[in-house]
């Protein structure tokens, strides 16, 4: 079945950092590809998406490439801020018209000043 | 638009107590779901609903969970009776058929604690 792996974290960087976090997706077709962000004590927001191959997706100066070949939406900000600090979550909506999103474990991201 | 809407934000009960959360969706949405999120086993989907009808129910953990969606603007869950092992994060979101990416909005949450 389709599924989403993330890297485990927590990742600790320092501020003005480069972030990556890696995700990897098994899905047959074109699904639909997001990341989520959880800040402390609040729901998932959507923070970037990409539908088809070679879409990047961007804001708040996060950005995330649809790459097919290697079956990849990787999250990536080049300089993080102490406020970027939060869970993120990879996920993906199947092909197949189900609704049933799949998301990835979710990955802690603490940046210090 | 106000966003998903999500009641109580904290609820502490009693072993063996009901539970009821309840969540009000984006208006125009047609699709609710409910998930719930703990340490241990993160981000879990327990039912989702499209046009106020139940699609999948296979995440709900067993029979002491219930959920419904009598109308397009309210949807509720309940546990009945509570365990100290359903105390987690329950949150509600919704989305849209007619949408591009179909992106879910997710409420606030409910953080159930379950003495």
């Known amino acids: 079945g389709d599924s989403v792996t993330q890297m485990e974290g927590p990742v600790t960087l320092s501020e003005e950092a480069f972030l990556t976090i890696n995700c990897t997706y098994t899905?047959?077709?074109?699904?639909?590809l997001f990341w989520y962000v959880q800040y402390p004590g609040e729901g998932l927001q959507l923070l970037l998406k990409?539908?088809?191959?070679?879409d990047k997706g961007s804001n708040k100066g996060f950005e995330a490439t649809y790459r097919k070949e290697t079956t990849s939406f990787h999250l990536e900000k080049g300089s993080v801020q102490v406020s970027d600090s939060a869970v993120y979550f990879c996920a993906l909506r199947p092909t197949s018209g189900t609704y049933k999103y799949i998301f990835g474990t979710g990955t802690r991201l603490k940046v210090l000043a | 638009d106000a966003g998903v809407i999500q009641s109580p934000r904290h609820e502490v009960t009693e072993m063996g107590q009901e539970v009821t959360l309840r969540c009000k969706p984006i208006s125009g949405h047609d699709y609710l779901f409910w998930y719930r999120q703990t340490m241990m086993r993160g981000l879990e989907l327990l039912i989702y609903?499209?046009?106020?009808?139940?699609?999948?129910d296979s995440g709900m953990p067993e029979d002491r969970f219930s959920a419904k969606m009598p109308n397009a603007s309210f949807s509720t869950l309940k546990i009945q009776p509570s365990e100290p092992r359903d105390s987690a994060v329950y949150f509600c979101?919704?989305?849209?058929?007619?949408?591009?990416?179909?992106?879910?909005?997710f409420g606030p949450g409910t953080r159930l604690t379950v003495l």
């Open positions: 899905a047959t077709g074109y699904p639909s």
């Open positions: 990409a539908t088809k191959a070679d």
């Open positions: 979101a919704s989305t849209r058929r007619t949408g591009y990416y179909n992106e879910q909005f």
């Open positions: 609903f499209n046009n106020n009808v139940p699609i999948d």
